[in-house]
């Protein structure tokens, strides 16, 4: 059980710092890779609380998919955030 | 200043989230019973499901039977959802093709 | 857009597996965790995998746009065709449970180890689902691909 409560503390302490970092990055392809971590890590979450079909579901669409249709945006525009 | 408002705003909303998780009072108007975090509320709807979902649609996993078999309403507008956003998707790419010629 | 030759090789050796795991989601839909929706994000993630490694030129002679819109339309027909069967008594009522034709066998009460020609239209309807889905997500990858390759 105290296992348990630690995994879940580690894995949302990751989730915050990653959302941290997706914000911070000014390279828009390091943001997307660490956006699907994010996913992944909550799709850890999700198997944890006992939800098999949202954790596939979750691992499929947002880390897979996702990263994938933001990568492809990305070739087709600028690789670094600009200032304005 | 800016960021100091942001900061704060967040921290309220993360206060607040973490109380209710900790804390979460009386759910669905029967008092006195607390929900526990990861601990499902048990409900008479989930015993129905339980003990005649095997006999009635003939499939071990009762999360497949509810979705296909007794609520399959929502899955037709699931589907129905995705076709329109594929069809949206298409549109709009084709004009900005066209548009560029 | 081309990846270099070691996303290429990785792509190549992986595509195949993810594909065979989607299927194996899909068609035990009934059994195990996951379903048609679980299973068709994962081979569209397969999809997209190759999309990304290769150059929309290489892979637009067998990942036609057509093709993947019909394989939509196909299975959004097929799902509301199996609802339609049930008309007998109600929509979505599954006509195949518990008829001894296909999918068609008795389940025991209880723990069981699960056995494959059961769950009646549920088996027919995670397919459909997984193809549509799968033809879905497909197709917006495809369309993005093609349209970035206009930009540059």
Known sequence: MIFEYLLQIFLLIGLVILAYLAIKFKDLIACAISLGIFSFILSLEFYILQAPDVAIAEAGIGAGLTTAIFIIAIHGTSRWEVEE | MRNALVAISLLIVFASLVYIAVNPGDFGGQTGEHLVFGEPKHTDMDDYFIHHGQNQSAANNIVTSIVFDYRGYDTLGEASVLFAAVLGAGLVLRALRRDKK | MKMSKIVRTQANFLYPFILIFGFYIIAHGHLTPGGGFQGGAVIATGIALIAVAYKYNDIKKWLKKTRLTATEGIGLLAFIITAICGFGTSFFYNWL???????????????????????????IMNLAVGIEVLGGLGVIIVYMLSYVKEVK
């Open chain 3, 97 to 123: 449970a518990n008829s001894g034709l296909l999918f068609g066998d008795r389940v025991p009460y209880g723990i069981n180890p699960g056995y494959l020609n059961t769950g009646g239209v549920l088996p």
